[in-house]
């Protein structure tokens, strides 16, 4: 199997920097991202969790105690979330491991966490740093464990007020069950829809997962189990009892980690994200495959996706507004910090920041993301970005972000341009540069 390098930096990483050498051998680069943690160095004094959740319990009480809205200058919370955008958005432009950064996107999105919820806010960062950057070179179960202890998830998905029908805490406070992590987790998270669940495995795998909640606040704010909340007595999950506490949520996850439905979404998934929009068939099949027999190892199932012949066919994926954003800037490579305008620029192309419109994140498919105001966008975003790169030499900057993907009537139209400025928009705005 031919694997091209270029190839390696558009299709499984986020493009290739100005400054960036190809990998001589591109499975190996590939290969080496699937080992380790990977963790990246953060600048100092991103919060915690911890810090996320005392930083909204502030902000509570300050509005407590002014009945009005808080001067955005006085608001605990905003700090937090400037920072975590900056680190975030950093990372994807600067990171030599684009492959692993890729793969920590992908994870996201799987379980994802949006602003629109508005206490998420500040939890988002912690959430990709303590949940899934720790966990994409581990097993599928360790990070759904994590993703659903973490408080940014039980917040998303109203979880942490759940409460037993049947249990102390919803007897007497006269609350009732919260339906929406355990329906997601089913739909989106694990099984989905394909394994053939009911409403009432929806429902109990909602009552397993009562009482998983947070401590709001102090040093040790974060997942908290509160056993007054939690439903009583075994429950029954697509066929399967599992037992009452917390030990019982932990099972039950453990269970839907390695079932062979789970198996198959992610393996489908997977192959959309990094392939095509209709996978091969025979490619879903060879990952899900291994998933099983590794028990959801994660390296050992992108072991089969970098390896497939299927995987190294050209350009076949549109980039999203998050891929193009950062495609683009990786290869100006502009000096400091760009992290604003990433942001703003995804926020005008349609894919705000951290800000999904339904726990089903972004699409994968390019049909999604072709309507003519966004691709308008793209085209002035282009040509923004090619006036603060227009000191660069279009011809080296199209082998930069393209290799030997440009096609000969591109490369004449840069070559030939009226202004560096024109050239490189034209490069930014090709049907090529376009897709990864």
């Known amino acids: 199997m031919e694997t091209h390098p270029a190839l390696a930096l558009i ?3 986020l493009g290739r920097r100005g400054d960036e050498d190809v990998p001589a051998d591109p499975g190996a680069w590939l290969q080496a991202q699937l080992d380790g943690p990977g963790t990246p160095a953060y600048p100092d004094g991103l919060s915690s969790v911890a810090d996320a959740l005392n930083a909204l319990h502030q ?3 300050l509005r407590k105690i002014s009945k009005t809205k808080i001067d955005p200058k006085d608001d605990p919370v905003v700090p937090l979330m400037k920072a975590d955008a900056a680190a975030e958005c950093g990372q994807w432009l600067s990171a030599e491991d684009s492959f692993r950064e890729r793969l ?7 379980f994802t966490v949006s602003r629109r919820t508005g206490a998420c806010g500040p939890l988002i960062g912690p959430f990709i740093r303590e949940a899934i950057r720790p966990n994409v070179n581990g097993d599928f179960g360790t990070m759904l464990l994590a993703v659903m202890r973490h408080p940014a998830m039980l917040v998303y998905l109203n979880n942490a007020q759940s409460a037993g029908p049947d249990s102390v805490g919803g ?3 006269h609350v009732g069950l919260n339906e929406n ?4 987790c089913l739909e989106l998270h694990t099984v989905s829809p394909a394994a053939g669940y009911t409403q009432a495995d929806v429902t109990a795998m909602a009552s397993i997962i009562t009482g998983w909640s947070i401590k709001p606040d ?11 909340a939690h439903e009583p007595g075994s429950k029954i999950l697509m066929g399967r009892e599992f037992p009452e506490g917390e030990e019982g949520g932990i099972e039950a996850l453990a269970f839907l980690a390695v079932h062979p439905s789970t198996a198959r979404h992610l393996a489908t998934k997977l192959a959309r994200h990094f392939v095509a929009d209709d996978p091969p068939p025979a490619l879903v099949e060879r990952i899900a495959d291994r998933y099983l027999a590794t028990s959801g190892n994660l390296p050992e199932v992108m072991r089969v996706v970098i390896a497939s012949p299927e995987a190294w066919q050209g350009l076949s994926k549109l980039r999203t507004p998050l891929d193009f954003t950062c495609a683009s800037m990786r290869a100006v490579n502009l000096p400091g910090d760009q992290s604003k305008r990433v942001a703003s620029a995804m926020n005008a192309m349609g894919q705000p920041l951290w800000n ?9 498919l390019a049909s999604d993301w072709v309507d003519p105001a966004t691709l308008l966008r793209r085209v002035e975003f282009a040509y923004q970005l090619s006036g603060s790169a227009n000191n660069q030499d279009p011809v080296a900057l199209t082998d930069v972000a393209l290799g030997p993907f440009a096609a000969k009537p591109l490369k004449t139209a840069v070559a030939n341009a009226g202004s560096r400025r024109e050239a490189i ?3 930014f705005s090709s049907p090529e540069f376009w897709r990864r």
Do not use: I
């Open 425 to 427: 928009a034209l490069l």
């Open 11 to 13: 299709r499984f990483g």
């Open 104 to 110: 920590v996107l992908f994870w996201t999105n799987h």
């Open 356 to 364: 999904a419109p339904s726990p089903k994140g972004w699409s994968d």
């Open 181 to 184: 992590l355990g329906r997601e």
């Open 171 to 173: 007897l007497r406070r």
């Open 59 to 61: 902000l509570g009480e």
């Open 218 to 228: 102090g040093d040790d704010a974060g997942f908290l189990f509160r056993r007054r």
